[in-house]
């Protein structure tokens, strides 16, 4: 199976961004949450994805069921411009500043966590700007 890198700011950007997100709420505001993902991502081991925002950086869990004993993160994704294959229902997710949904989008992890782990699984809804509560994210094609 190819190797895939999601492009990133760089680790000196990514260095600056976790101190100033360990300073400042990254909540999007009520004028920029909402919306549609779009815009389409790479042919990823083909399939074709879509590109959302995410506010928050957050683990991705293991598989692509995201149901009780599934949980195990695989690795994180970190906040910014992401894309994701689709999305599934499945448990209730970390809350996030507020934000409860049980949806879940399927994607590669930007850094493995999990000795083994291929990095694929399933990440929040409550960390993508489009998300709305107990809501699929528009524009993200259900799995």
Not at 17 to 39: E, I, N, R
Not at 41 to 47: F, L
Not at 68 to 75: H, M, T
Request: aromatic share 8%.
């Amino acid at each position: 199976m190819p190797t895939v890198t999601k492009s990133r700011f760089g680790p000196v950007l990514l260095a600056a961004g976790a101190v100033v997100a360990g300073t400042l709420a990254l909540a999007p505001s009520a004028d920029a949450a909402g919306g549609s993902c779009s815009g389409r991502g790479p042919t990823v081991d083909g399939h074709e994805t879509v590109y959302c925002d995410t506010y928050v950086t957050a683990g991705v869990t293991q598989g692509s069921t995201p149901y009780e004993g599934d949980s195990r993160e695989v690795g994180i994704l970190y906040a910014g411009h992401n894309w994701f294959v689709c999305q599934i229902k499945g448990r209730d997710n970390p809350v996030i500043q507020g934000a409860q949904n049980n949806w879940w989008l399927q994607t590669l992890a930007d850094v493995v966590t999990r000795p083994g782990a291929s990095g694929w699984g399933s990440f929040p809804a409550t960390a993508v700007v489009q998300g709305n509560a107990w809501e699929p994210v528009p524009g993200v094609p259900i799995c």
